[in-house]
């Protein structure tokens, strides 16, 4: 198991608590385990908001639960679950030190409005920040009534803890064009801050490149399973939960982000989403801020987040980038709001922060080892490149 440090080292770098640096190391670890569970490998497909965190790319929003969708309805049960979970328990302590005691198992299954059933789980963990009193939980949807409309696809689980297995830890998950249909389904029906949230960081991954016409056809075929029309910008405009999905903004993704960025932000951007979905726009690619002279053309930043061990924290700004949020500078002795847009690497070794003065729309390019200290803003930027800081995963294993 990392130690404290470790994790006071990521919080600082992605300006988040410990404790949810916390969960998502823990996290790691427990999608290891039920990955690594014979019964489960390939009987429980991974989806959702942490699926995409941990899959795909980093949506830069640290989602808390677990959620599957089961090919078998016999895993649908209390004393199953309690029997797996038993001995996931067990391997990841073995593994990593992790303790996710049995006595604070909790599975409650209950028929959802279909008649079917599903299960709403809990676990305690005991983990590298030893916390006294109650101990922090992981949240579990667990159902074998869903529309599995594409094929499951392996992935590599991203861990980027010193601890993390040399084998690496994979898990079998929705293909992007599905997590992208449930999504949009998801935010038709409910209207959460964190289904708006992740479809507009679906909708803007242009290097993945999803096939529209297998989003529209899967979105059809989840919203015919669940009887529900087809969403449109308008119908979501005009709902009433749309009131508190703004409301609910800050409440429900504060926490799990460094900055907030503006609902108006993801909001105004939504009509795109639907008008691509429908084949009434084109999603043209922006263009990437052409390399300059004694550049590395040849080297990228890395896809997933990590520590970088410099004066600032360099996950902030690619965080920035990722949400289309300003970032105040300060470089050689006096301030300046930017908007980031790539990382390169001179062939010398340094890393330069290339973006565009937010006042005069000027390009500069900050050597990175002498920038002196940066805080994300609330401000957000059209982007006027590519935004090169956060490239996602490239696809590592076939269906």
């Known amino acids: 198991m990392i130690g404290k440090q470790e994790v006071m080292a990521f919080s600082r770098e992605f300006g988040l608590r410990p404790d949810i640096i916390e969960k998502d190391y823990v996290l790691g670890w427990l999608i290891a385990g039920i990955f690594n569970h014979d019964a489960l ?7 959702g908001g942490t699926c995409l965190k941990k899959c795909f790319f980093e949506t830069y929003r640290f989602s808390e639960d677990l959620d599957f969708t089961v090919t078998d309805p016999g895993h649908i049960g209390e004393a199953f679950l309690t029997e797996m979970f038993t001995e996931i328990s067990a391997w990841v302590y073995d593994r990593c030190g992790i303790e996710i005691p049995k006595e604070t198992f909790r599975f409650e299954v209950y028929e959802n409005p279909r008649g079917h059933h599903s299960v709403e789980g809990r676990i305690e963990y005991r983990g590298p920040m030893q916390q006294r009193g109650s101990l922090p939980r992981i949240k579990l949807d667990i159902t074998d009534d869903e529309a599995l409309v594409l094929e499951p696809i392996v992935r590599g689980v991203h861990h980027p803890y010193s601890d993390s297995p040399p084998e690496g830890i994979q898990a079998l998950c929705y293909a992007y064009e599905e997590l992208f249909a449930e999504k949009i389904r998801a935010l038709a029906e409910r209207e959460r801050p964190r289904d708006l949230y992740d479809v507009i960081h679906l909708y803007r991954h242009s290097d993945i490149n999803p096939d529209r016409s297998l989003v529209r056809e899967t979105l059809e075929s989840k919203c015919r399973f669940k009887g529900i029309a087809v969403p449109t910008a308008a119908v979501l405009e005009n709902k009433p939960e749309r009131v508190e999905l703004e409301a ?12 907030l960025p503006p ?3 993801f909001w105004r951007e939504l009509p795109q989403v639907f008008a691509w979905l429908s084949g009434e726009d084109i999603k043209i690619p922006a263009m990437p801020y052409p390399v300059q002279a004694g550049e590395d053309s040849a080297w990228r930043p890395p896809s997933w987040a990590q520590s970088w061990d410099q004066k600032v924290p360099l996950e902030m ?8 949020l300003c970032v105040d500078l300060a470089y050689q002795r006096s301030q300046r709001r930017i908007e980031p847009y790539s990382l390169r690497r ?6 330069l922060l290339h973006a565009i003065r937010h006042d005069s729309g000027e390009h500069r390019a900050y050597r990175v080892d ?8 609330d401000i957000p930027f059209v982007p006027k490149y590519a935004i090169e800081l956060t490239p996602s995963v490239p696809t590592i294993s076939a269906p």
């Open 317 to 324: 700004i690619r965080f920035a980038a990722a949400n289309h």
């Open 370 to 377: 002498r920038i002196e200290g940066a805080s994300v803003t």
């Open 248 to 259: 609910e903004w800050a409440n429900m993704l504060a926490h799990q982000l460094p900055v």
């Open 41 to 47: 490998a390939m009987q429980w497909v991974f989806k």
């Open 346 to 351: 001179t062939k010398d070794g340094h890393l």
């Open 263 to 265: 609902f108006d932000q």
